[in-house]
């Protein structure tokens, strides 16, 4: 029986990333709706925005991030950090690096944001070890100028935002001006070139989470402003979803960053005995993969306090929507355990 579970849950991870199960034609967002799609759709133009650092389910999302790729089921424009603490540039280039795109963009906070590191400090062993072109972050661009630059160059109404971290650069991306990259303002950039922003954010319906609390300002703005539909997954979903022991356990697995960062880190605090709480790499699953057959939404308008806590307005109308789980938590945990083993394509 257990053998079985693991090969169909096998079997499940290869037909997501082959596309045999989840193909279908992919329609244009209308942005009045928040309703996100049911199944993955053709290679879809990613911007992946990562607080990476304080936790480290981020290392988790942006491996499922470039497993997806590596698949065809889309195309990474550039990988962002919302933190800004010295080295977070060249972490995300260490991944970047690692999976073979080295030249992807990496965008940080050039104004006030969060400056918040690891404690567990798996930052500072995958720096020593492992390749990076990029060494500090002044070698990295202003993240909202490399949004409005990539937003303006993209197709209408077909980048999918995937944000786990704080959401400094997207509401400095809504403050914009227009500039030589787009005459739109953007607000207006934004609703003209993005499908859909999927953001590991909140508890729902109410309560209080760190992407949100951490900068509220930034958080109250995207959340009252934002122009196209928002599905939220929220801290409930990923805080049942155990994962990296198997990573971590596999020993054909070598020189590989991700296990390092899970290896370091998984022993240093009782609560991730069973594995890490994964509540950023569920945020990439379901805005590539679709949602099902993992969760059904809630729509209506999510509304943040000052304090950083969020409360939920049920509506048909809303342009918000969150996740409910419709399965067992341990199925997706089952899938992105071996999502996270995902190893970079040969030369």
Not at 156 to 161: A, P
Request: charged share 20%; proline share 7%; hydrophobic share 40%.
């Amino acid at each position: 029986m257990v053998i079985n579970k693991i090969l169909k849950q096998i079997l499940l991870a290869a037909m997501l990333l082959s596309g045999a199960q989840f193909a279908f034609c992919q329609g244009t967002a209308k942005p009045q709706t928040a309703r996100p799609p049911a199944r993955a759709t053709q290679s879809l133009p990613v911007i992946f925005d990562s607080d990476i650092g304080p936790d480290y389910d981020d290392v988790g999302a942006i491996t499922l991030l470039h497993a997806f790729a590596d698949s065809g089921k889309c195309h990474i424009l550039a990988t962002m950090a919302s933190n800004k603490y010295e080295g977070i540039a060249a972490v995300l280039n260490v991944f970047n690096t690692y999976f073979k795109r080295p030249d992807l963009p990496i965008g940080v906070p050039k104004g006030e944001g969060v400056s918040q590191r690891d404690w567990q400090h798996w930052t500072d062993t995958i720096l020593a070890k492992y390749p990076h072109a990029i060494k500090n972050n002044s070698e990295a661009a202003d993240a909202v100028i490399l949004y409005r630059k990539l937003l303006a160059g993209q197709p209408d109404h077909s980048v999918v935002i995937i944000t786990v971290g704080f959401l400094t650069n997207l509401a400095g991306l809504l403050r914009s001006p227009a500039d030589s990259f787009s005459r739109l303002d953007g607000r207006q950039l934004v609703r003209k070139k993005v499908q859909r922003l999927v953001s590991m954010a909140g508890r729902f319906p109410t309560g209080k989470e760190f992407n949100v609390r951490m900068d509220s300002t930034s958080s109250i703005f995207v959340v009252d402003n934002w122009p196209t539909q928002i599905l939220f997954s929220g801290f409930e979903i990923g805080s049942k979803i155990k994962c990296g022991l198997p990573l971590v356990a596999d020993a054909t697995i070598h020189d590989d960053p991700v296990k390092d960062v899970f290896r370091i880190s998984l022993p240093q605090a009782p609560e991730d005995r069973l594995g890490r709480m994964s509540w950023d790499e569920t945020a990439v699953l379901v805005a590539i993969a679709g949602y099902k057959p993992w969760y059904s939404f809630r729509e209506g308008v999510m509304h943040v306090q000052p304090d950083g806590s969020n409360t939920w307005e049920p509506s048909a109308l809303g342009r918000h929507s969150y996740l409910v789980e419709s399965r067992p938590p341990v199925e997706v945990q089952d899938l992105i355990n071996i999502l996270m083993m995902h190893q970079p394509r040969p030369n």
